[in-house]
């Protein structure tokens, strides 16, 4: 027998649990890890699916399945799991006299350590991580607060404000976080 201290390389969820809502399993699962989740549901409406899937599932087959289909996703999200762990590429961004490291959850500026609070570096880590792409408000409050604050976009700015003014040489004309108007924010690697 294994201990509750196990953690499972997969995650293999059905949507219609009966004490609580497998969204809400995967939005809890969601907050402090990213292993991989597939959703096995008797549930095949496109809505169920993309509800799923945004929440943060990684894949998601319809009963009945054929098992080798099942196995063969199983496997993919094993690999992606694997990759996403092994990749140190890009474990250390250097962007103009920033340095972030995503390993250790630091930042530099100009060779000195730069103190962020853990929600300006997860919104910090958030942009880097998808760098040159835009990332919409709703994607950002999504990732740093959950999702329940998808639509509190000042929260937003005003974290915005604070990694300006800690890691911009000019707050007001930022040369790495770049506002998108109306859409988002990105990280410019320049």
Known sequence: ?????????????????????????????????????????ARGQETDKVKALDAGADDYVQKPFATGELMARIRVALRHAV????????????AGDLKIDLIRREVHR???????????????????KHAGLVLTHRQLLKEVWGPGHSEES?????????????????????????????????????
């Open 154 to 190: 000042h929260y937003l700015r005003l974290f915005m404000h604070q990694l300006r003014q800690k890691l911009e040489d000019d707050p007001v004309r930022p040369s790495h976080l770049i506002t998108e108007a109306g859409i988002g924010y990105r990280f410019r690697m320049e």
């Open 83 to 94: 990759n996403r762990a092994t990749e140190g590429d890009g474990a250390v961004v250097a």
């Open 1 to 41: 027998m294994q201990s509750s201290q196990a953690r499972p390389d997969v995650v293999i969820l059905d949507l219609g649990l009966p004490d609580l809502d497998g969204l809400e399993v995967i939005r809890r699962l969601r907050e402090w890890t990213s292993i991989p989740i597939i959703i096995l549901s």
């Open 110 to 128: 100009k060779g000195e350590m730069v103190h962020l609070t853990p929600l300006e570096y997860k919104l910090l880590a958030a942009l880097v």
